[in-house]
């Protein structure tokens, strides 16, 4: 039907019939048919799922998708999603791989314990807070960004993007982190990094115990010692570096960067903390007084 209907003003539609051994009375009685219930509710849909789609940087899969129309109150079902993402021809993003390194260890003889040990998960806000830092391709040269992320919620406490590598970078990171977290007791938090020198520079650990923090640093060749902030790193990659570069330097990162982490904390939903965001999942812990989901990471 679908290939009468285009054709039919170049060849006109018996003719085309006629080479299909199609009757034409067929295509008449089914153009003349009204739509079916489900074509109705899937043009109704349409519209509703791109602009979900849209409004999360064009990087949510049909799950998310999904997610969040139910919380704005659509009864859709996930498959029929599914389905006309692939109608649309739009679809989540998908992550590529890192090949700059920006993990140099740092040649002090005592370092931290891992006092993590794969274990990224807590029961409440500033229990774990990782670390880790990224790099990004522009014009100008690398631009490196350092991120803080609380386990508990996958809230970005901190973040700080620089041209270079030096300490600075991922200490206005901290201190970021700390001032957003002001009020709080950050006695016994523990921050977990990997064994990069930004993270063992004596001003960064003295910051860090001026602040009650604890140091906790991944174990040497291990690839999973601080695997939530590398697995951040590539949502980070994919979700806002890749399809919306080329970047010309610092400032475009900075200000991409900016908005990125307003929409992560405040609107993006994650399944690992029941498909919402993580500012209405630390709101749920403070109303209620007590958690009532453990975020955990494979």
């Keep these: 039907m679908t290939f009468i209907h285009t054709h039919r003003d170049r060849w006109g539609i018996e003719p085309i019939c006629r080479v299909l051994s199609f009757a034409p009375a067929t295509y008449y009685a089914a153009i003349a048919r009204p739509p079916s219930a489900r074509r109705v509710r899937d043009e109704a849909l349409k519209p509703e799922i791109t602009r979900v789609f849209t409004e999360n940087l064009r990087v949510y899969g049909a799950d998310k998708v999904w997610a969040q129309l139910r919380r704005e109150g659509t009864r859709v079902a996930r498959c029929t999603v599914e389905r006309l993402m ?92 700390i001032w957003a977290r002001r009020g709080a007791h950050l006695d016994g938090l523990i921050h977990h990094s990997d064994r990069g020198v930004q993270y063992l520079a004596i001003r960064y650990t003295e910051r860090l115990a001026d602040a009650g923090v604890v140091a906790s640093v991944g174990s040497r060749g291990d690839s999973y010692d601080n695997a939530l902030a590398e697995s951040f790193n590539g949502l980070y990659k994919t979700e806002v570096i890749r399809p919306y570069g080329p970047w010309r330097g610092l400032d475009d990162v900075e200000y991409a960067t900016l908005e990125y982490v307003d929409w992560f904390n405040q609107r993006r939903l994650h399944g690992e903390i029941g498909m919402i965001p993580p500012a209405e999942f630390e709101a749920i812990y403070y109303d209620q007084g007590a958690p009532t989901l453990v975020a955990v990471s494979q």
């Design 86 to 177: 692939h109608a649309l021809e739009i679809r989540g993003a998908v992550r590529g791989t890192a090949t700059v390194r920006t993990t140099i260890g740092g040649e002090t003889g005592r370092r931290p314990a891992d006092l993590v040990d794969r274990q990224f998960h807590a029961a409440a806000p500033n229990r774990l807070w990782v670390a880790d830092l990224t790099y990004v391709k522009t014009h100008a040269g690398w631009v490196y960004v350092a991120f803080i992320i609380d386990v508990y919620s996958r809230f970005i406490v901190g973040w700080q993007a620089s041209r270079s590598l030096r300490t600075d970078l991922a200490l206005d990171a901290l201190e970021m982190a």
